[in-house]
């Protein structure tokens, strides 16, 4: 298991201000501007991983001999696939530092903007590093509670967290009852080596998503039996 914490907050703010429909210059581009330098000062994105080796494939699960993921789709694509990296990735909790006015919920929602870029940033970071050191040509990734609820169902974040132990003080991230991360902009799952680049949107029929990274692809499902 290995922690990284010199993560580079890396970003543009052009793209940042295009993305919340701020003009340069604006008097909500300069508030947002400091909001964004007051962040940059205190961001501190962390990643915890590990390797797994394959103990034993089932019908839909993978043994790793620590835990056991359930799941179809993960089992098809890790049919040729020996070993797989776990990871939780975190804006970091440090964001919290960052004062606001009381009740400002715009301001909030820039901050969360500002998080979720850090997030980001994190995790192409993670994916680069995982690649180079590890002399993986191309990495893909599936995450617990991504795409349509039975893909990798959500409640598989408990069994992801325990190959971690005590998460909230290795990292400052904690799973609720709910399964969900705290603080927000927290992303969990597992990295492994690919020849193509999977991703649980193709799989996903929801129409309305903001997240959807990749387009619903009918022939897909087909080929994992969905």
Not at 49 to 63: A, M, W
Not at 74 to 95: M, Q
Not at 163 to 169: L, P
């Amino acid at each position: 298991m290995e922690i990284l914490k010199d993560i580079p907050f890396e970003y543009e703010l052009h793209d940042l201000l295009k993305k919340l429909h701020l003009e340069l210059g604006s008097d909500d581009a300069k508030d947002f501007e400091g909001i964004l330098a007051a962040a940059a000062k205190v961001a501190r994105p962390k990643v915890i991983y590990d390797i797994l080796y394959v103990k034993e494939k089932g019908v839909d699960s993978v043994d790793f001999e620590r835990v056991i993921f359930t799941s179809n789709v993960l089992r098809k694509n890790l049919d040729k696939v020996e070993r797989v990296f776990p990871y939780i990735i975190t804006c970091g909790a440090e964001f919290g530092q960052v004062k606001l006015p009381e009740a400002d919920f715009l301001q909030e929602f820039w901050l969360d903007s500002i998080k979720e870029a850090a997030l980001f940033s994190a995790r192409k970071y993670f994916k680069e590093f995982i690649e180079r050191r590890f002399g993986i040509k191309k990495a893909s990734n599936m995450s617990p509670g991504s795409g349509a609820a039975d893909i990798w169902p959500i409640q598989q974040q408990k069994e992801l967290f325990s190959v971690f132990g005590d998460t909230e003080k290795l990292i400052g991230v904690r799973l609720t009852e709910s399964f969900l991360m705290m603080p927000n902009k927290t992303v969990s799952g597992i990295l492994y080596p690919s020849e193509v680049d999977f991703k649980t949107c193709q799989l996903c029929p929801r129409e309305v998503c903001k997240n959807r990274s990749a387009p619903y692809d009918e022939k897909l499902v087909k080929q994992y039996g969905r």
